[in-house]
């Protein structure tokens, strides 16, 4: 059983820059991929950024792309959103998830953490 914690949510302004973190115990984080997905009022959770269990390999959504960077440290089991340039349609709730696999469905998710941008 892995446990995931986010933090690092808040309120910024349009164009700023915000760091999620997402801290795991309980598991081998190191064996999964880990995912970033956000849901904001209103709509589906969609996904955001994935990166391999190595990371040798990072995706992006769209809407992100240029803007959010994902990257993870294995010794402190955690993996993070950089989230540069904001825009308000960015406000959502930001949840981390661990992957066995990059594509297939998360097995753990946190319990997010509130990202909202101003304009």
């Known amino acids: 059983q892995v446990q995931l914690v986010e933090s690092g949510g808040g309120l910024v302004q349009a164009g700023g820059s915000l760091r999620l973190s997402c801290a795991a115990s309980?598991?081998?984080?190191?064996?999964?991929?880990m995912g970033w997905f956000r849901q904001a009022p209103g709509k589906e959770r969609e996904f955001v950024a994935v990166i391999s269990s190595s990371a040798d390999r990072k995706y992006y959504a769209d809407p992100v792309k240029g803007r959010f960077g994902i990257s993870r440290d294995n010794a402190k089991n955690t993996v993070y959103l950089q989230m540069n340039s904001v825009k308000p349609e960015d406000t959502a709730v930001y949840y981390c998830a661990a992957q066995r696999a990059i594509g297939i469905i998360p097995d753990y998710w946190g319990q997010g953490t509130q990202v909202t941008v101003s304009s």
């Open positions: 309980g598991g081998t984080f190191s064996s999964y991929a």
